[in-house]
């Protein structure tokens, strides 16, 4: 039986977003690019963690974690990375839109 993956679709968030079918109020907005710029400086440095010269060295919890992570999902860490950004201007692309006045035609 094959197991249902989460998967990322920071496409489908931009083009609602650009379609005005996301729309959040700046307030709102602001504070959720702000988590993802956070959450993307932790992808990074746990992409380092794995990457790096002294990634084997240490072998803390953390970087046993991330190495087991990693086998059990080859490939997560570097497409939530390339996902990111894709909500990140989703989010910014939601806050444009709110910010317009539509006036019906």
């Not at 968030?13 to 988590?35: I, K, M, P, Q």
């Amino acid at each position: 039986m094959e197991q249902a993956r989460e998967k990322f679709d920071g496409d489908v968030l931009l083009a609602l977003a650009v379609e005005g079918r996301l729309v959040l109020d700046a307030e709102l907005a602001d504070c959720v690019v702000a988590e993802l710029r956070r959450t993307e400086a932790i992808v990074h440095g746990r992409l380092a963690a794995l990457d790096g010269p002294g990634a084997v060295a240490g072998l803390d919890q953390e970087t046993v974690d991330l190495r087991f992570a990693e086998v059990a999902e080859p490939g997560r860490l570097r497409a939530a990375l390339a996902e990111l950004p894709r909500y990140i201007a989703a989010f910014e692309q939601a806050t444009r839109v709110s910010t317009q006045v539509f006036t019906p035609r």
